[in-house]
């Protein structure tokens, strides 16, 4: 498997400062080159440890999550990492190994490793390795239903889970999907979606889930409300709720994305 990781830097001062970034009231594009040296951040208890905040709640913006780009230098780490008693969480290592110590059983993390993370489940990670790792740092208010149990974890690999084609598509559209989508003990879907050169998305969604997107691989022409936007490796899109979206990969090579949405709840009636 292929993933893009920003590695920080900062751009020339020879650089152009067009770019493709943009924020607007129903999208937000950050480009790839935005994740430099200078927007990093830092987060308590974390030991040499640096972050790419890519979405937070915030008006106008993210409603539902939050997303991080996390680095962790060798020998970094924390076991001490999430403050909030309702917080899920999706882990997505893109790069090198890091150790999981999740209630007590410790699980060796590559590339490719997927993990999810109930609300109030004890964890620690560590960077035994000798080079840096990253990966993606997904987290939801756990909204929970009377009736319905909280989902158990879950460690498991990209590589381990088949793709499933869309109907249609001779396998030119696929979504790799880590959890059962009829499991409505989860309220959020963090799945990688992959297209083929010259798949497509052949109709504007529009749709009540609000979306977080990562591209892993590939370059693509994605369309956002009314913008028809290129977007490559590296780049974080966010769609609100009912945004309009369709997609183009006209290739050479793969057009990959992490793609996060909230999913299974009744909507709630309070405006927000």
Known sequence: MTYYVPRGGLPPQTALTTDRARFTEAYAVIPARTLSDITTSFLPHWEATRLWVLARPLSGFAETFSQYVVEVSPGGGSDGVEDEPDAEAVLFVVDGSLTLNLAGTEH?????????????????????????????????????????????????????????????????WATTRFVDIADLRHDMHVNIVTFEPG?????????????????????????????????????????????????YAG????????????VNRHVGLSFR
């Open 108 to 172: 060796l993390l590559g590339e490719g490793s997927y993990v999810y993370l109930p609300p109030g489940t004890p964890w620690a990670l560590r960077n035994p390795g000798a080079n840096a790792a990253t990966f993606h740092w997904i987290r939801k208010a756990y909204q929970r239903v009377d009736g319905v149990e909280v989902p158990e974890p879950l460690v498991t690999r990209e590589q381990d889970v088949a793709p499933v084609p869309m109907p249609g598509t001779d396998g030119a």
């Open 199 to 247: 798949g497509a998305i052949p109709f504007p969604e529009t749709h009540v889930m609000e979306h977080g997107l990562y591209v892993l691989e590939g370059k693509a022409v994605y369309l956002l409300n009314e913008d028809w936007v290129e977007v490559e490796a590296g780049d974080f899109m966010w769609l609100r709720a009912f945004c309009p979206q369709a997609c």
């Open 251 to 262: 290739g050479p090579g793969r057009f990959r994305y992490l793609l996060y949405k909230d």
